[in-house]
């Protein structure tokens, strides 16, 4: 709309603009009121302060109701297109379509995830999101996960996150333990698997870092024993095929054991001893909550990883709004918020 100048168009609030339309479209301040869910007063103030910003009146009162005038013609494809804008700006947040949807999707996971989640989360986008793509990578430590996320250089972290920053919130995916692989036929475990047994093999650890020590490592100094560490990978599966080709053994999470020990021909035992068990939580950046396509890939990846039920497997017959609906909603929603509209006051 030209001629508004800066001063002007930072007052200028889309929720004029609505009650603008409505009172075009309707040519009736009064059911403009009832169509908004404001009171007429506010639909009246609300002209009025669009009127003062144009510096031209917009209607005239009449008998019939509220006649638009020349300025008013004028403006009103105008303002549909910045409502039409609008709309498809909120509704991006505000909806999802996963069947239409080309965005990017960037993960980060840990080994042990990402071997557990890629397959069957794959699967599921080739079926309900084919046009999505995703990307899986491990961002390293928790630090980096947080700052990713914080600005925007991920959507979601999946593994091990002891403190979490106020700026992100958790969703526990599960609780793990540990199982012990080995390959079949192993010399030392023809009777089973049994603490002395398990002191005497040589293991190979999975450390990202390279490390030789790790979790069951304290666990078992704190029983008073040590293992004989030799090797150290830095991804469970390349550790399952050491382990497949030669007498090391590894301690690995259940899940990751149940899994994939039988594509490798290995064995699983339980652990001859009381070891820590660890949780894998899903992270998000708390700006992000409103993001519908990420609830969306939240609650795939729980019903891979989480055991969530498919909310495929039951039907719901209860109505949803309609996109225009939500999109006034929203918007209307803003003013109130910051003071350009006031809300109709309810009686007791």
């Known amino acids: 709309m030209p001629g508004i100048s800066d001063t002007k168009l930072r007052k200028l609030d889309l929720g004029l603009l609505l009650v603008f339309q409505e009172v075009y479209r309707r040519g009736n301040s009064s059911a403009a009121a009832a169509r908004l869910r404001l009171s007429q007063p506010a639909v009246s103030q609300a002209l009025k302060r669009l009127e003062e910003l144009l510096e031209e009146p917009l209607f005239i009162r009449s008998s019939a109701g509220m006649r638009p005038t020349s300025r008013a013609i004028e403006i009103a494809p105008k303002v549909d297109a910045l409502l039409a804008l609008a709309s498809e700006t909120v509704m991006n947040r505000l909806r999802f379509e996963s069947a239409t949807s080309d965005r990017l999707f960037r993960v980060s996971a840990n080994d042990f995830a990402a071997s557990l989640l890629t397959a069957p989360l794959v699967r599921r986008f080739a079926i309900h999101a084919p046009r999505t793509k995703l990307s899986l990578g491990f961002a390293g430590g928790p630090s980096q996960a947080f700052h990713l996320l914080r600005t925007g250089g991920l959507d979601l972290a999946i593994g091990r996150f002891p403190d979490l920053p106020k700026d992100c919130v958790a969703s526990r995916l599960f609780e793990e333990d540990y199982q012990v692989v080995a390959r079949v036929g192993h010399p030392l475990m023809r009777d089973g698997l049994d603490l002395d047994t398990y002191l005497q093999c040589q293991h190979v650890i999975v450390s990202f870092a390279g490390d030789l020590t790790g979790t069951i490592d304290g666990d078992l100094a704190s029983l008073g024993h040590v293992r004989h560490v030799v090797v150290a990978s830095p991804m469970f599966l390349s550790a399952f095929a050491a382990v497949a080709t030669s007498d090391l053994i590894a301690t690995a999470p259940r899940r990751l054991a149940a899994r994939f020990a039988g594509v490798f021909g290995l064995a699983a035992y339980e652990l001859p001893f009381p070891a820590s068990r660890f949780h894998i939580d899903l992270i998000r950046a708390r700006s992000s909550l409103k993001d519908r396509a990420l609830d969306w890939l939240t609650e795939e990846i729980q019903m891979v990883l989480g055991g969530k039920r498919d909310p495929e497997a039951t039907s719901t017959d209860l109505p ?19 003071g350009f509209l006031q809300r109709e006051a309810s009686s007791a």
């Open 320 to 338: 949803t709004p309609t996109q225009t609906d939500t999109v006034h909603s929203a918007l209307l929603e803003y003013a109130f918020q910051s």
